[in-house]
């Protein structure tokens, strides 16, 4: 069964199609470090390897070869791990009698190559099987804490706004002067708050009472001027009813035309009329034109 070539290659850019050919000359040199200097110290062969794998390091970091920025991440750190392993070796192996390294001084170096390798590894776990899993469960997470926090701007807005229409509603539904504002007024209703007492100041209260008294002593001096000049009217005409019937009674008494006086001169003119008359002497009959012009002036007077 024949196996494509293509895996030689994949993954990497144009310029880089090579990199695999690199990958397997570093780890044909770390096979021989080991199989030649047999001889030679620990130190010496892990210096050496650590020596190649800054070189591999650095040309990761150069050339960039993968054509995925994931895939780079992992080679990188691949590297980094394997520098970092070589460095605690490096450590762990150098030593002796006369070493300054101290025994707990490799405990603590050997713990922290062992924290870099298990930190790679979890990292190469996510980077390769859990990326997207964590990824959707992080973006849920954010959406409900998004969610969550418009919730309560919300609510706070809603707060906000609901305290500003209860005091909107108290500053109209409130008497101006002291007092309670009166628990089925319809405006209260909407805002939904009990009955409250006048919120303003001490001072604004007393200022509001001073004026509503000088309205009031307003309107009773008004009252009062008008009450003044009813009565003031009514005199005049009562003046004016009494002059005319006293003149009415003067000319009267000067002209004589009182309904008795009227009524006494016309039974007397009648008397004189008829004694007038009866009478055959010339003296009688000289008088008579003169009572008879009488007779006729007595309905002018009267």
Request: net charge positive.
């Amino acid at each position: 069964m024949r196996v494509p070539p293509g895996f030689l290659f994949a993954g990497f850019r144009s310029e880089t199609y090579w990199w695999e050919a690199t990958a397997y000359l570093h780890k044909v040199a770390v096979v021989l470090i080991g199989s030649l200097m047999v001889d030679t110290k620990a130190t010496v062969q892990t210096a050496t390897a650590l020596a190649m794998a800054a070189l591999a390091h650095a040309a990761v970091l150069y050339w960039r070869p993968m054509r995925m920025k994931r895939l780079y991440r992992l080679q990188a750190g691949a590297s980094g791990a394997l520098v970092g392993t070589y460095l605690v070796a490096i450590v762990l192996t150098a030593g002796g009698q006369d070493s300054l390294v101290t025994n707990q001084s490799r405990l603590v170096v050997a713990w922290v190559g062992v924290a870099l390798n298990v930190g790679f590894a979890c990292w190469w776990l996510y980077e390769v099987a859990m990326r997207k899993p964590v990824r959707r469960l992080c973006r849920r997470l954010s959406a409900r804490a998004a969610a969550a926090a418009k919730q309560r701007e919300e609510a706070r807005a809603q707060r906000k706004e609901a305290a500003r229409r209860r005091k909107k509603a108290a500053a109209a539904a409130l008497p101006a002067a002291f007092g309670v504002a009166k628990a089925s007024n319809p405006a209260l209703e909407l805002a939904g708050m009990p009955v409250v007492p006048n919120p303003k100041s001490r001072w604004d209260q007393e200022w509001e009472t001073l004026a509503k008294v000088e309205e009031q002593n307003k309107a009773a001096r008004a009252v009062m001027g008008e009450a003044k000049l009813r009565l003031a009217g009514s005199s005049s005409r009562g003046l004016r009813h009494g002059t005319k019937r006293s003149r009415g009674a003067a000319s009267k008494a000067a002209t004589g035309t009182g309904r008795r006086d009227r009524v006494r001169r016309a039974s007397g003119g009648r008397r004189a009329h008829s004694s007038s008359s009866s009478s055959n002497s010339p003296s009688s009959s000289s008088a008579s034109p003169a009572s008879a012009v009488q007779h006729r002036r007595n309905p002018l007077l009267v």
